[in-house]
Every structure is written in C-alpha cells, then in structure tokens.
C-alpha cells in the first residue's frame, strides 16, 4: 500500500469516484466553480461583542470566516482530501494558507501565513493561532519561501529544470522534503484569498495550482451593502460578503459540496456555534 508522511489513504470512496483520477489526471481537468453571498449582520455584532468583552480590538471578522470554514472542513472532511499518483488521500490536519502583506502597495511583497487547526477547535482558539501567524507573517524581514526561491534561482536553468522534474515526482509520491511542503502554501486544504483587504467587492474565481496538493481555493470580496429578499420577496439591505469557490470535483461530489456551503453560511450567520466545539455526530 501507498504511503505519504502528510495524508493517510481516504477511504469509503463512492465507485465512480474512483475511477475519475484516471478520467481527470490534472486538477486543471477537474475546476468547478461556485459562488455564495452571506449575510454579515450577526457575525459584525458578533465581532464587536467579542472585543467589547476583551477590552481591546482582538478579534476580527476575517477570523470568524476562517472558523467557520474550518468548522465546515471539520464536519464534512471530504473536502480535506486531494488526489496524488491516481489515488484518494485523507489530510492529517486542517491548514490554510492567505497572504500577509505590510503595505497595501505594488512594491511590497505577499508573505505566506500557514495556519493549521485540530478538527475540534472553537472560535477563540482560531482566532489565537490566525494572530500570531499574522504576527509572524508582518515581523519576518524575509519569509522562508522567498529564501528557498533564491535558492532554486541560483541554479542554471537546465539543473533547475531537473530539480523541478525530480520534485514534481517525489511530490506524487509523497516524498517531499518537509521543508518544501511546510513552506509553499500549497499543500493545504485551502489558498484562501481576502481581496476584501484590497477593495474588491466581487472577488475572481483563482485557478488551482497542479503543483502541491490544495484542492479548494476560496477568494472573498469586501463586505459591502446588498439588496436581499426573504422568504416572502421583500426586499431589504443587509451588509453581505461574496465568496467564490474553485474545487477539484474529484474530491467531492456536488452535493456533498453544496451540503459543505450551506454550513460554512449557516455557521457565519450564526457565529455562537463556533464557541462550542463540534458535534461530531454530525461528521458526514
């Protein structure tokens, strides 16, 4: 049996499902796309409750979206899978990566944050681990990754070449040299993009890389005012932010993801059930 030192073999894959990676080799030939709008009222009041208690601006709404998507990896680990030489893998943790920068400006640089979760974590505890890795993102004077692409830039162009071709296989194998794979930001469950931060109020889909292993992509826009309807078509202006989703259908089936978006909206929208920890009963 195969073997990875980052993911162990998914198992109870539904029939046709295995058979798609020999359909669909690249994640290039597998990319669906969706897009949600969610309503932001409770999650605000939410956050400004949070740091009324904590006498100080501590928690953000960014860090509430993260632990409702982490909430939702938790609950529907399908989504925490990726495919690797033609077979299924199951993480052994729940890690994004976004991007830090210093300076919202064409000079500065984008710096990888890596954060990685326990499946049973709660609000405050998320909230913790994304401040210190923002921390550590803005103090670094220079991040690992950009050290290791020095690195690789140094060598002639046909060795590079080589290496490349040489990590690209260790990489399906799951041989990767960790120091590559922990640094990268692409061997995580998501690339979670917050074009929010710049402006955006309608985020791009993003592709998804074929080199690594992250299968979701997730860029979100600026929360802005939009006009909803209720259940009874009126009409009315509620703060919402825009999601848009690039999967690999190899790891999921529709269902099974739009079953995901309707709890990381339903767990946003009432942001009290990220205090407590997961019910695993309801794991799927």
Not at 149 to 161: D, G, I, S, T, Y
Not at 166 to 193: C, E, M, Q, S, Y
Request: glycine content about 4%.
């Amino acid at each position: 049996m195969s073997r990875r030192n980052d993911a162990a073999p998914a198992v109870s894959i539904p029939l046709f499902n295995r058979i798609h990676p020999f359909i669909m080799s690249r994640k290039s030939d597998s990319l669906i796309y969706h897009s949600i709008e969610v309503e932001m009222t409770n999650a605000v009041q939410f956050i400004q409750k949070k740091n009324r208690e904590a006498g100080e601006r501590k928690y953000r709404v960014y860090d509430l979206i993260i632990a409702a998507f982490c909430r939702t990896v938790a609950l529907r680990p399908g989504l925490n899978r990726f495919i690797a030489d033609y077979e299924f893998w199951q993480r052994h943790e729940i890690s994004f990566n976004f991007l830090v920068k210093k300076e919202v400006n064409d000079d500065t640089s984008n710096r990888n944050a890596i954060v990685r979760f326990e499946d049973d974590m709660h609000f405050e505890e998320i909230a913790a681990i994304m401040r210190q890795a923002i921390n550590a993102a803005l103090r670094d004077e220079e991040s690992e990754e950009k050290r290791l692409v020095r690195f690789f830039l140094r060598m002639p162009k046909w060795v590079l070449k080589i290496t490349m071709a040489l990590l690209r296989r260790w990489d399906r194998k799951g041989r990767l040299p960790r120091r590559i794979r922990d640094t990268d930001g692409l061997h995580v469950t998501a690339f979670i993009a917050n074009l929010g931060s710049l402006n955006i109020p309608n985020p791009p889909y993003h592709h998804l890389f074929e080199w690594g292993t992250t299968s979701l992509f997730v860029s979100m826009g600026k929360m802005h005012r939009s006009k909803i309807l209720d259940d009874n078509d009126n009409e009315y202006i509620k703060d919402t932010i825009q999601f848009g989703f690039t999967v690999d259908k190899r790891i999921a089936d529709g269902f099974y993801f739009m079953k995901a978006m309707q709890i990381f909206q339903e767990h946003i929208e009432n942001p009290e059930r990220l205090e407590e920890r997961p019910d695993t009963t309801m794991i799927k």
